[in-house]
């Protein structure tokens, strides 16, 4: 189990608690002054993302995309920000190997520390969301190859139609959870941004904020895009599934109709009544036979012709 650890240089310390225990959260609440509130919703279930300005700190909750190469799913993970001019604390839940590579980098690299360790404790945080933000592209890399995948499988048939739709409705899920992870981060960056005043000297990092915004709508536009490839594609996969229905429909429906009355025919010839055509002339059998078979012939033919068939 890994414990909290703490980093202090140049009068900044940066506090990473990567278990969401009750028994750490409460210890910071007591030498932090944390609000009880905001001790509470560090803990799971996850909450939405957000910032809430408190009396000396911000607090803000953002969320991020986790994939699991198992399932082939897509979920996400919560990190809760308690920032001030000299402090950043964060808590989350281990899953996010670029915040705690991040962290021990700074931790045993004097220089990186040096670095990263100046003016206020927002340089951390900015840094810190940099690289979480830049480390998501390889996951939509993910998804577009995936997307791909299925434009190409779809029209060759490699996959029966049952496969194709859930991997359709597996995509669309990724998708839709990977939108509801992201969508908070725009919002909660312009408020930290409006909320914040001189203590955290954010004029100092506009290029950091810049580039979070530039990381934030990239990552929305391909989203995006992204759903509108997979909407069509599964419209596109429906539509084929109705058109084999439809011509499993038109086959059963003609052969049907074909049967239908060469089997009144047979019923007819069957009857026990005087005057019965062919049924006791020598071969009899063979012509009626040849009847019903001439008068599949003419309805099929007549199918042809009127392109039915």
Not at 131 to 139: D, G, H, N, V, Y
Not at 143 to 167: T, Y
């Amino acid at each position: 189990m890994k414990t909290t650890s703490e980093i202090s240089h140049q009068g900044i310390l940066w506090v990473n608690v990567p278990e969401q225990s009750e028994k750490e959260l409460f210890k910071l609440q007591k030498k932090f002054g944390f609000d009880h509130g905001d001790i509470k919703e560090s803990l799971p279930p996850f909450q939405r993302a957000k910032i809430m300005k408190r009396d000396h700190y911000y607090f803000m909750v953002l969320h991020f995309p986790v994939f699991d190469r198992e399932t082939r799913r897509l979920g996400f993970t919560e990190v809760d920000f308690f920032l001030s001019s000299n402090l950043l604390v964060t808590v989350h839940d281990n899953k996010l190997p670029i915040l705690d590579n991040f962290f021990n980098l700074c931790k045993k690299n004097d220089e990186i520390r040096a670095k990263f360790f100046s003016g206020t404790a927002v340089h951390i945080l900015f840094e810190l969301l940099s690289q979480l933000l830049e480390s998501i592209f390889p996951i939509l890399l993910h998804v577009n190859e995936d997307i791909n995948q299925v434009d190409g499988e779809l029209f060759a048939h490699k996959i029966s139609g049952r496969d194709m739709a859930e991997e359709i409705l597996r995509l669309k899920t990724n998708i839709v959870t990977f939108r509801r992870t992201m969508q908070g981060h725009r919002t909660v960056l312009e408020r930290l941004i409006m909320y914040s005043g001189r203590e955290l000297d954010l004029f100092s990092y506009q290029n950091y904020i810049n580039n979070l915004r530039e990381f934030a709508n990239e990552i929305w536009h391909i989203l995006e895009s992204q759903k509108e490839s997979i909407n069509a594609l599964h419209e596109t996969n429906e539509s084929i599934l109705t058109l084999r229905t439809n011509e499993v429909m038109k086959t059963l429906t003609l052969i049907s109709v074909v049967t239908f009355p060469l089997t009144l025919v047979a019923a007819l010839f069957a009857i026990e009544a005087p005057g019965r055509p062919f049924v006791n002339t020598p071969g009899g059998f063979w012509i009626i036979a040849g009847l019903i078979g001439l008068g599949a012939l003419l309805m099929i033919l007549i199918f042809k012709r009127k392109k039915w068939m």
